[in-house]
């Protein structure tokens, strides 16, 4: 399980903000997109561990 | 000439009356005495009347139809609203019937994902959610109206024009009977999400409405579930879209679905189409049981207001002021809360006690509320029928998620109506000395009920129809400053309710109109209250002032500001 750490108003702004980032991105180009979305946030992050755990739960359940 | 459904409408649970249409005096030549009229008696409507009448003030009620609602339609009232409907007077019938509730329940792919208790205080006489039908609803404030001799209510009449000079409103009305003019001071629109008036006088309203067609069905089964809030996301049956299950009294349950897009409204309310669907929801909940149709309408979602609502002496309130989105239950409890803030200021503006400025506070304090909840409302909205790919994918993500991980189910929270605070009204003054508290009910909150004994709550004892002044006594009465403040309340422009609370329910009653017996301190502690200190609150129950120490000058001051006059 990961931990929360952006507060519920923080994750609502993300929530918003990725959802009108998908609908601004022609429908071909929207994995693209967020495929270099990942891996900016990945390197902001910066921890291979967390990275992977994030990967684990993002592949699961799908 | 109006000629309304005579015939009762059909229901399995509910008896509709008819309500003759009575031939008024403005068809013979005669007129109406009343300064404010009321065009619809929907809950909003009524609840307004009978606020008015509380305060003393005469009013004529428009309802086109000669019964009731036609449907279930809204069925959850929140604590505010029976809080509200208590201050009225009205609440003992809604207790007795409505199923009281605090918890809800969310399922993606037969996992519950989320689950939630509203807050609920031990000082609550309410629980947060009482399910009732509408027909209920309207029956018993129907009832309240009937026993009012200052509220004329005239079933089968229509407002069909509207005209209004400096001086007065008048209405054309059509009745069975032909059709006359109704000269009013005030007119409040009450007359539903479908308003007449609001199309007759051109106003349009802002927002945006949503995509995405809900079905509501209302069946009498055998399902044998606590009431609570039932959410089930993306049934196998219903691909990508939801459902919502709610207890109604009477054995009856509401369904709630999204419809898959581009299917129309007569497609979906076909009953073979619609009974497959109802017994995959039976299926869902364990629970295949034999049922029937009472009612199915289909819905959308709209998060629109009005810019204002005062438009000359013309006052929009309810769903004719706003159409909220239901999740969340907004409709009618926001309506209420509407009422409640108007109908003070139409009785003192309306008997000439206020100056018409105190109006404006109306639009100004209602119009910020339905724009807060147009903001949580469209939130909640955007994750129950995604109006865009993007959204729509963002919600799968986070459902998906949240079947192994925990920081995204806050996003599943279904942000249920709740009391709006008028924490920048202009009414409200003295914000040094309110600062002052340390914690409390702060200005513009809405009083908070304390628990005092077994079936017995401090609201139960705040009846009476004006301000309400609280002055915390200590053990030997209010002494002093309080005490000449309590004094001079009664020779206040208004009606002042003078409530004394202290731990000697006997010390202070030359003083008080109301006495509340604090023995233990536990009013004074949620109210963060000393000895000597006071709150003005509002006829809605609206703290308006409060001061650690009240004298008074300052309560006149105070006073002054909150019946829309000048800042001191
Ligand atoms: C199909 C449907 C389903 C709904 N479901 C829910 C729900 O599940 N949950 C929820 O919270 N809310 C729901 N609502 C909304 C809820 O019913 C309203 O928010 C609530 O009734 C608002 O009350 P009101 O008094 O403002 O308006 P209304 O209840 O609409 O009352 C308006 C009254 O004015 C009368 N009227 C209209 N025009 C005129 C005229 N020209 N002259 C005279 N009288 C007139 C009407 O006959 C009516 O009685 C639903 C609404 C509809 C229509």
Same mark, same amino acid.
């Given at each position: 399980m990961m931990p929360k750490i952006l507060s519920t108003a923080e994750l609502e702004q993300v929530y918003d903000l990725f959802a009108e980032t998908i609908d601004a991105t022609p429908e071909g180009m929207r994995p693209l997109m967020l495929t270099k979305l990942a891996l900016a946030l990945a390197n902001l992050v910066g921890d291979p561990a967390k990275i992977q755990a994030a990967v684990a739960a993002a592949a699961r359940d799908l | 000439m109006h000629l309304p459904e005579a015939q009762p409408r059909s229901s399995i649970f509910y008896d509709y009356r008819i309500h003759p249409f009575r031939r008024p005096p403005e068809l013979d030549g005669g007129r109406s005495a009343a300064p404010v009229v009321i065009v619809g008696a929907g809950p909003i409507g009524m609840l307004t009347a009978i606020e008015l009448a509380r305060f003393g003030v005469r009013s004529v009620l428009l309802e086109?139809?000669?019964?009731?609602?036609? !449907?279930?339609?809204?069925i959850v009232l929140t604590r505010r609203s029976m809080e509200i409907l208590q201050h009225a007077g009205v609440a003992a019938p809604f207790e007795a019937k409505g199923l009281q509730w605090s918890s809800g329940r969310s399922f993606f792919r037969g996992h519950q994902v989320y689950s939630m208790v509203m807050p609920h205080d031990d000082?609550?006489? %309410?629980?947060?959610g009482l399910n009732i039908q509408q027909q209920y609803i309207e029956e018993y404030l129907v009832d309240a109206v009937a026993r009012s001799s200052l509220i004329d209510l005239r079933w089968g009449s229509k407002v069909t024009a509207i005209t209004q000079d400096a001086a007065a409103v008048t209405l054309r009305v059509d009745t069975p009977e032909g059709d006359y003019d109704l000269v009013a001071d005030w007119v409040v629109a009450a007359d539903g999400g479908r308003s007449t008036i609001r199309k007759l006088m051109n106003l349009k309203m802002e927002g945006r409405s949503y995509a995405g067609n809900f079905v509501i069905a209302d069946i009498k089964a055998d399902i044998g579930l606590p009431t609570e809030r039932l959410c089930f996301f993306e049934p196998d049956w219903n691909p990508g879209n939801n459902v919502l299950v709610h207890r109604q009294p009477d054995g009856i349950w509401r369904i709630d679905f999204r419809l898959p897009d581009g299917e129309s409204s007569e497609d979906a309310l076909r009953p073979e189409k619609l009974g497959e669907r109802i017994d995959h929801v039976l299926g869902m909940l364990g629970r295949k049981v034999p049922w029937q149709l009472d009612w199915a309408t289909v819905y959308s979602a709209n998060t629109l207001t009005l810019p204002d609502y005062l438009s000359g002496r013309v006052l929009f309130t309810g769903d004719a002021a706003h159409l909220l989105p239901i999740f969340g239950v907004r409709g009618a409890n926001t309506g209420f809360q509407d009422g409640s803030n108007l109908a003070w200021k139409l009785a003192l503006v309306a008997k000439g006690d206020a100056p018409k400025a105190l109006l404006d506070s109306y639009s100004l304090e209602r119009v910020q509320a339905a724009r807060e909840i147009c903001d949580e409302g469209g939130k909640s909205t955007r994750f129950m029928t995604p109006p865009t790919a993007g959204y729509r994918l963002m919600r799968d993500a986070v459902l998906s998620l949240s079947l192994s991980e925990e %920081?995204?189910?806050?996003?599943?929270?279904?942000?249920t109506s709740r009391a709006h605070t008028y924490a920048h009204s202009p009414l409200n003054s003295f914000a040094a000395e309110d600062a002052? %508290?340390? !914690? !409390?009910v702060g200005c513009g909150d809405p009083l908070r009920n304390v628990r005092l004994g077994a079936d017995d709550y401090l609201f139960d004892h705040l009846t009476g129809a004006g301000f309400l002044l609280l002055g915390f006594a200590g053990a030997a009465g209010p002494g002093g400053d309080l005490r000449d403040a309590l004094q001079a309340a009664v020779g206040a422009p208004v009606r002042v309710v003078r409530v004394v609370i202290g731990p000697?329910?006997?010390?202070a009653d030359a003083l008080a109109d109301i006495v509340v017996a604090d023995p233990d301190g536990r009013i004074a502690r949620k109210y963060a209250a000393p000895d000597g200190a006071a709150y003005l609150v509002r006829p809605d129950q609206h703290v308006c002032a409060r001061w650690r120490h009240l004298t008074a000058a300052h309560l006149a001051q105070a006073l002054t500001v909150a019946l829309g006059g000048a800042a001191s």
């Open positions: - | 086109q139809e000669l019964q009731v609602s036609h !449907g279930s339609r809204a000082d609550d006489r %309410f629980l947060p %920081f995204p189910k806050d996003l599943l929270h279904w942000r002052a %508290f340390d !914690g !409390g000697q329910a006997d010390a």
